[in-house]
């Protein structure tokens, strides 16, 4: 009987034919997204919200099971199709799907806007239909212009210029308009913005860097400040644009970013520089790297390629900083200590006190962690 796997058409044929099955598949990509388009125009004229998880669970399942009556692979297939339905809801979301038909254009200042966050959010309020002006340090309109003229004023500079910024601005924002902030820390922004202005006040902080791919599902925390309307706008269109919102207090925030991001930050930058200082060849240590190992370091590198400038005042100016680190240079030693004595019992006494601490997330962490890998593995 003949081998079905053997051909008798020469390779360039078969990558020719492969290169046609692509371009098909790419005509049905740009079908697929017109009608994702008329979708769009239907949920913003009867007000649906973009997002319908149950509708994407039946997708992923019907895909899925297809799939693998076609023979192909399950897994791979569901992490196709997460990242189509991710493109879907973004289209859907620069298509204001999420906003009323009409919509009160507003005039936006941000001040900063030509820094990274600062130009995600010209870039935001842009899409939503909103006129944008920038203001910076190099700009001919300047941060009090742009303030006396705009209905949302929205701070943008680095942390250690965000109150001189807003005690510069905040008298000029009108009584009726809107001003806001990105800051990573609230409670003092918030406190500054109440008191250098007669206008609305909204903290925002983005959980996210300016170099994501998309704003779907990434979050942003909220505090109010002043204004129940200006409130309710923010949250309107933050989010129309696809953005998650957590609601704090400012003490909260500050409290709950002594982990989010000054124990996170504090134990990479201790990595980065334990690496560092130990001499070792990054590119050898790549040759016998597990998943796991690659991943910290992705991470690792990636935060070392950004600005001291910013790290640096996160950390900082966060009230919980000598708490948290203090705590995890005494865990370091106390495990330093197990290591070098050789005592097992001990580390299985903290190693089960770590995995109660988790509790049933570690289910979760072991399914995510592994689509991450394996997506991870495909692009390496």
């Known amino acids: 009987m003949d081998d079905p796997r053997v051909t008798n058409r020469p390779l360039p044929v078969l990558r020719a034919m492969i290169d046609a099955i692509d371009r098909d598949m790419l005509q049905l990509m740009a079908r697929r997204m017109a009608i994702v388009g008329e979708i769009a125009a239907f949920k913003?004229?009867?007000?649906?919200?973009?997002?319908?998880?149950?509708?994407?669970?039946?997708?992923?399942?019907?895909?899925?099971?297809r799939a693998e009556k076609l023979g192909l692979p399950r897994e791979e297939i569901e992490a196709i199709y997460r990242?189509?339905?991710?493109?879907?809801?973004d289209h859907q979301a620069s298509l204001r799907a999420e906003l009323p038909v009409v919509v009160e254009p507003k005039s936006v200042a941000v001040i900063g806007g030509k820094g990274g966050m600062g130009a995600v959010m010209a870039?935001?309020?842009?899409?939503?239909?909103?006129?944008?002006?920038?203001?910076?340090?190099?700009t001919e309109l300047?941060?009090?212009?742009?303030?006396?003229?705009a209905d949302v004023v929205v701070v943008s500079v680095p942390i250690d210029a965000t109150e001189q910024v807003i005690r510069q601005v905040g008298p000029h924002v009108r009584a009726e308009a809107l001003l806001m902030d990105v800051t990573s820390v609230k409670e003092a922004p918030l406190k500054a913005m109440l008191e250098a202005s007669r206008a609305s006040v909204v903290g925002t902080h983005p959980m996210f860097g300016p170099?994501?791919?998309?704003?779907?599902?990434?979050?942003?925390?909220?505090?109010?400040?002043?204004?129940?309307?200006?409130y309710a706008w923010v949250r309107k269109m933050l989010s129309a644009r696809g953005l998650t919102l957590t609601e704090s207090t400012p003490q909260e925030h500050d409290r709950a970013m002594g982990l989010v991001q000054v124990l996170t930050h504090f134990q990479t930058q201790v990595l980065g520089l334990a690496l560092a200082r130990l001499g070792v060849n990054l590119d050898e240590t790549l040759r016998f790297t597990s998943p796991a190992y690659l991943m910290e370091l992705y991470v690792a590198a990636r935060h070392f390629a950004q600005s001291p400038q910013l790290y640096g005042p996160i950390e900082m100016r966060n009230p919980i900083k000598g708490t948290v680190t203090q705590t995890f240079i005494t865990a370091a030693a106390e495990l330093a200590d197990i290591l070098k004595q050789?005592?097992?019992?001990?580390?299985?006494?903290?190693?089960?006190?770590v995995r109660t601490f988790f509790g049933a997330f570690t289910d979760e962490a072991l399914v995510q962690s592994s689509?991450?890998?394996?997506?991870?593995?495909?692009r390496s």
């Open 371 to 378: 689509f991450l890998i394996d997506r991870m593995v495909e």
């Open 142 to 149: 300047t941060p009090v212009e742009a303030a006396k003229a």
């Open 211 to 230: 170099g994501v791919h998309s704003l779907q599902g990434q979050r942003v925390v909220l505090c109010k400040g002043r204004g129940e309307d200006a």
């Open 342 to 353: 050789g005592d097992q019992p001990r580390f299985e006494e903290v190693f089960n006190e």
């Open 83 to 89: 990242l189509v339905l991710l493109t879907s809801r």
């Open 123 to 138: 870039r935001l309020f842009g899409d939503l239909g909103h006129a944008v002006m920038i203001a910076d340090l190099d």
């Open 44 to 65: 913003r004229e009867h007000q649906v919200p973009i997002r319908d998880r149950s509708r994407e669970r039946e997708v992923i399942a019907d895909r899925c099971g």
